[in-house]
């Protein structure tokens, strides 16, 4: 199972970017993906996360009303549009699945930069 995120890049304060995240080899028993982000010197933080239906979304605080997260089963992609980045916002972006308790697939990162 292998998972590739994309789509990073810088944008100014306000700007938007949408991040992709492609998988291979993923079950097709029912599984979670979610986002998650590490700033410099920070430990990684939840993002947001969707369920295999769509219908359950959720998001961390600090990007509600800002971030939606969206995916396309047929497809094996994920998608996060990003809206109203700040700098705050900054930091390397990784994709990860799970089909237990605990996210145990990630994919390598995408940089996200925001500048004030």
């Known amino acids: 199972v292998q998972l590739q995120a994309s789509g990073g890049g810088w944008v100014q304060a306000g700007g938007s970017l949408r991040l992709s995240c492609t998988g291979s080899g993923l079950p097709s028993k029912n599984y979670s993906l979610g986002w998650f982000r590490q700033a410099p010197g920070k430990e990684r933080e939840f993002v947001a996360s969707?369920?295999?239906?769509?219908?359950?979304?959720e998001y961390a605080d600090s990007v509600k009303g800002r971030f939606t997260i969206s995916r396309n089963n047929a497809e094996n992609t994920m998608w996060l549009q990003m809206t109203s980045l700040n700098p705050e916002d900054t930091g390397v972006y990784y994709c990860a699945a799970k089909w237990g308790p605990q996210y145990h697939v990630w994919g390598r990162g995408t940089q996200v930069t925001v500048s004030s």
């Open positions: 969707i369920n295999r239906s769509g219908y359950r979304k």
